[in-house]
Nanobody, 118 residues
Framework: VQFVESGGGLVQPGGSLRVSCAAS????????MSWYRQAPGKERELVAT????????NYADSVKGRFTISRDNAKKTVYLQMNSLKPEDTAVYSC????????????WGQGTQVTVSS
């Protein structure tokens, strides 16, 4: 199992960014997928989840209305479009499959750094 995240960077408050996660090593279209983030000194938190078909999504209250999760099963890739970014969104963003209330795979990618600062 492998996850490769990309698309992070430095953006000003109020700006937008789209991050991507390419997955391999499992049947991508059979799993719900989630984005997580971890800020320095804090625990990893769940940001957004999308079901295997892409027809249902859920978001943390802190990002609801600003972030949009989507997926392309043909490309085995999940995306996170982030708008109206705030400094508190600064973190390393990672993805994983989700089963029930937990990340499913023990292996994680390197993540992609998102820094929101003026």
């Amino acid at each position: 199992v492998q996850f490769v995240e990309s698309g992070g960077g430095l953006v000003q408050p109020g700006g937008s960014l789209r991050v991507s996660c390419a997955a391999s090593g499992f049947t991508f279209s059979s799993f719900a997928m989630s984005w997580y983030r971890q800020a320095p000194g804090k625990e990893r938190e769940l940001v957004a989840t999308i079901n295997n078909a892409g027809s249902s999504t859920n978001y943390a209250d802190s990002v609801k209305g600003r972030f949009t999760i989507s997926r392309d099963n043909a490309k085995k890739t999940v995306y996170l479009q982030m708008n109206s970014l705030k400094p508190e969104d600064t973190a390393v963003y990672s993805c994983n499959a989700r089963v029930g209330s937990s990340a499913y795979f023990n292996s994680w990618g390197q993540g992609t750094q998102v820094t929101v600062s003026s």
